[in-house]
């Protein structure tokens, strides 16, 4: 995506990762002190009237307008590595979605950026984590990384962003990984749907940049459509979870009750982590909410801590896929993460993270999230076996999953 830009050098955007957080409070007029946040989000209502009215009122914007490199100083700055730094002496992963989530929301303030306001009206939030795939293991914690990014696809009222992480390791910068992060733009309050700059592709190699965010929206559609929670899995789905259920019988009773773990496998209800988290404000993003990337990082973690269990060695990241932000996270929220080992494959873990907000007042359960990771150990693992029809469906969602990230390497 970015040598599209790097023949416009003199347009390159570049902060380190300190300034992303401070120029997004910029940008929203967002306070730094928890007790003026009432005062700060009645503020940003009499922001409402500056929205436009239809896409056909806001300027074009290129994909260079947008453009973003951001530096994460690790092999220079020593106190900020230690923020960054995991028992095995790498990098805490985690602290990467947070940095990718920051970036991704400045990078779509860029695309929407008015000279003539001196706050942006817009809520731009994100809506969907498409795809982070590991181009690399490694991740060094002595060495900078560098994180680049920008506009690819617009709609509407959503943006996709494509970003780039390499780091500087024996004399040159090489890819880390690469991520597609969906936005969405909201009115000041975040209540409904605002409309985005318009996005004009330049050359071949942009309008291909702008076909694949055609596509991958409608993918979105289609896996969306198929999801087992709103149509029957396919024949040969069926046929996968029969099988299983064959293999589970216990011979000597022939019984439909009667059910027995076959040789190097774990039952699904015995490969979950689960956590809570309460949410204070230290957490919030610059609408007062619950930072995205803060729930990413502590689903990450969970997930990892379960693969690592369930596998019985340091598991490494393959893939990070499709994950869905359904609900925003209030603060002082209850916050209730599941971790579920759903597929397994030779020495490949497929986890499953669902995060949900409890009312402690009225005990409601609201889903806020869910996330699904991909694994890889160095030895093959025990196979993941479900008992119950539900279980069996969370197995062939991570078998799709697991699926669509081997297609994407």
């Known amino acids: 995506v970015c040598k599209i830009i790097h023949s416009c050098a003199q347009l390159i955007n570049c902060v380190d990762c300190f300034s992303v957080r401070n120029r997004l409070r910029e940008i929203v007029g967002a306070s730094t002190n928890w007790r003026d946040h009432q005062q700060a989000l009645a503020d940003r209502l009499s922001l409402s009237n500056q929205l436009a009215g239809s896409q056909d009122e806001l300027p074009v914007r290129r994909m260079k307008d947008s453009y973003i490199e ?58 969907l984590v498409d795809k982070i795939d590991m181009r690399k293991q490694v991740i060094h914690p002595d060495c900078d990384i560098k994180f680049t990014g920008h506009v690819t696809w617009v709609g509407k009222t959503s943006i996709e962003a494509k970003m780039h992480m390499s780091q500087y390791h024996d004399g040159a ?7 597609t992060f969906v936005m969405v733009a909201r009115d000041p309050e975040n209540k409904r749907a605002a409309f985005v700059n318009p996005l004009k592709p330049e050359g071949p190699e942009e309008e291909e940049l702008f076909q694949q965010g055609e596509i991958n929206k409608t993918r979105r559609v289609e896996l969306s459509t198929a999801s087992l929670l709103k149509v029957a899995p396919t024949a040969e789905e069926r046929k996968i979870v029969h099988s299983l259920f064959l293999n589970t019988l216990d011979t000597k009773t022939v019984s439909f009750r009667s059910r027995v773990l076959p040789p190097n496998s774990v039952w699904m209800e015995d490969a979950k982590v689960k956590g809570l988290e309460i949410c204070h404000p230290q957490e919030r993003n610059i609408f007062n909410r619950i930072f995205g990337g803060f729930l990413m990082r502590k689903a990450y973690e969970l997930g990892w801590a379960n693969a690592c269990a369930y596998g019985g060695c340091r598991p490494n990241l393959v893939a990070v896929d499709d994950i869905l932000f359904q609900k925003p996270v209030e603060i002082g929220s209850l916050l209730l993460l599941s971790s579920q080992v759903c597929y397994t494959e030779g ?3 497929q986890v499953r993270v669902h995060t949900e907000v409890l009312d402690p007042l009225t005990r409601h359960h609201n889903t806020t999230n869910v996330f699904h990771f991909t694994f890889v150990t160095d030895k093959d693992v025990p196979n993941i076996v479900p008992q119950s029809y539900g279980e069996s469906m969370l197995y062939l969602d991570g078998k799709r999953h697991f699926n669509q990230t081997l297609e994407s390497q």
Do not use: M
Request: with cysteine; hydrophobic share 35%; charged share 20%.
């Open 347 to 349: 020495n490949y873990i």
């Open 70 to 127: 951001v530096h994460l100083p690790l092999g220079t700055d020593p106190t900020l590595r230690e923020k960054y730094l995991n028992y095995h002496k790498g990098v805490r992963f985690g602290r990467i979605l947070e940095d990718l989530d920051s970036l991704a929301v400045l990078i779509c303030y860029s695309h929407t950026h008015n000279k003539a306001l001196q706050r942006s009206p817009l809520s731009i939030v994100t809506a």
């Open 173 to 179: 910068y090489t890819p880390v990984l690469d991520a």
